[in-house]
């Protein structure tokens, strides 16, 4: 049982396995090491991966995005996740296009920011908008 999602205003339709399908692939195939490159192995039934390049940089697109709206509230945990998201080292996302310039950009190693702030926020986010993959996003914001 997989579910069907529309992204926005996109007309490409993703399929996703059900929650617990993604689960339990995660814990069966996540290896600890080499995280940085590909830390998931590919099912070896179907072929796929349940998450990749794409779908990493759409998920920081939408973060990025969110973090230049004009709610404090909205900024704040768009903040709060991209840093959990780009500093974790314990479960370290992969696929991260331009992990370093985004960490460097944001700030994010720097605890205790109040992302909800826009006079601390909005030029931490124009630093980023140079990175030619999030340039829409964050202007969209």
Known sequence: GGSTANLGTSTET???PSF???VDFLLKNATPQ??????????????????DEKICSSILSILLKQLGEKL???RCKAGECLQRLL????LRLPYVPYR???V???SVNERGKNWADPSLTFPLLMKAVNIDDFTEPILSG
């Open 14 to 16: 993703i399929i996703a």
């Open 100 to 102: 370093h310039i985004l």
């Open 72 to 74: 404090d509230a909205v």
């Open 87 to 90: 500093t974790n080292e314990t």
């Open 20 to 22: 617990k399908k993604r």
């Open 34 to 51: 080499n995280q940085d490159s590909c830390s998931l192995k590919t099912e070896k039934k179907c072929g796929t991966s349940f998450f």
């Open 104 to 106: 460097q950009a944001l």
